[in-house]
């Protein structure tokens, strides 16, 4: 089976590299990697040529908003997870047309890339931003996921099916609160930036997106929105975890104070994590 990752050296794209590197669960014999940076690319076959004696992997330069060079990388592709996105609300805020030339238009182009090329099957990755919209970065990930799951209506028998994952910060991913906060500590900062103490926020570790992405590709119902149900923390008691005080700064209005994930689903009625969970994380570096 041939896989191609859009975004794939990011922190999710490697890990989810690295899953199909070691578990053969789905019989990876071709991984295309497509991403904008060569530099990260050079870094990321530096650290899974070890575990890649088959040569599996194939890295291809290219921007989501290039179609032609998508449908050149997903030639013979049978499964693509689309995870390149532009991801800072606050860059949002200010460069929101930006924002919709990757995460909306890029959705368009990977769609029509993947009906021409004949891939089978299409997962992307979205986050809790779109449920319930209030930032740039939120409502284009919103209308990604709609573009996404109406490409089913249009994409005829023998098309691609396409499929949505939708979650939350991934703990300790690239730009998350605790390895930004943890940068600060190391510098000598005494108290880090919160815009409320009381916000909550969900908890997923990598691994677990990385199983949702792979339960949503072998799903038989592709046509939806899958949703993980996960526990949630308050910044004020991740502070106190990691033993610093807060400089409150308040919430702006492209961030909200509580997160969801559906109706049901919020963070603020999500099962709250102990002090003690939060630190077993922290010690855990996951």
Same mark, same amino acid.
């Given at each position: ?23 053969? #669960?789905f ?11 060569e ?14 004696? !088959? ?6 330069i290219?921007?989501?908003r ?10 013979g592709i #049978? ?36 009906? !021409? ?48 994952c939708r979650y ?13 906060? *943890? ?26 997106a990385? #199983? ?18 996960l ?8 502070? !106190? ?8 700064t308040?919430?702006?209005?492209? *961030? ?7 109706? #049901? ?8 994590m102990?002090?003690?969970e ?5 010690h855990?570096?996951?």
């Amino acid at each position: 089976m041939k896989f191609l990752i859009t975004g794939a050296t990011g922190a999710f794209g490697t890990a989810f590299t690295r899953r199909l590197l070691t578990e053969r #669960d789905f019989a990876a014999d071709r991984i295309a990697l497509f991403s904008r940076g060569e530099f990260r690319q050079f870094l990321m076959h530096q650290e899974l040529a070890p575990i890649d004696p !088959d040569c599996m992997l194939r890295f291809f330069i290219g921007d989501v908003r290039d179609r032609d060079r998508l449908r050149r990388a997903m030639e013979g592709i #049978d499964i693509v997870v689309h995870a390149a996105a532009l991801k800072r609300i606050e860059v949002g805020h200010y460069n929101p047309v930006e924002m919709v030339k990757t995460n909306v238009d890029g959705a368009i182009n990977v769609i029509e890339a993947a009906q !021409d090329a004949g891939v089978k099957r299409v997962v992307a990755l979205s986050s809790d931003k779109a449920f319930h919209p209030v930032s740039p970065y939120g409502f284009s990930k919103a209308m990604a996921e709609s573009i996404f799951l109406a490409a089913n209506n249009t994409t005829g028998w023998n098309g691609p099916k396409f499929a949505v994952c939708r979650y939350g910060n991934v703990w300790r991913s690239t730009g998350s609160v605790v390895p930004t906060w *943890e940068a600060l500590i190391a510098k000598g900062a005494t108290e880090v930036p919160v815009t409320h103490p009381e916000c909550t926020r969900f908890f997923m570790r990598m691994d677990e997106a990385v #199983d949702l992405v792979l339960r949503a590709i072998a799903s038989p119902n592709l046509n939806k929105v899958h949703i993980p149900r996960l526990p949630a923390y308050r910044l004020a008691d991740l502070a !106190d975890a990691m033993k610093v005080k807060m400089k409150i700064t308040g919430l702006p209005a492209w *961030e909200k104070m509580h997160e969801g994930m559906d109706f #049901d689903n919020t963070s603020d009625r999500a099962r709250r994590m102990t002090m003690k969970e939060l630190e077993e994380a922290l010690h855990e570096g996951t």
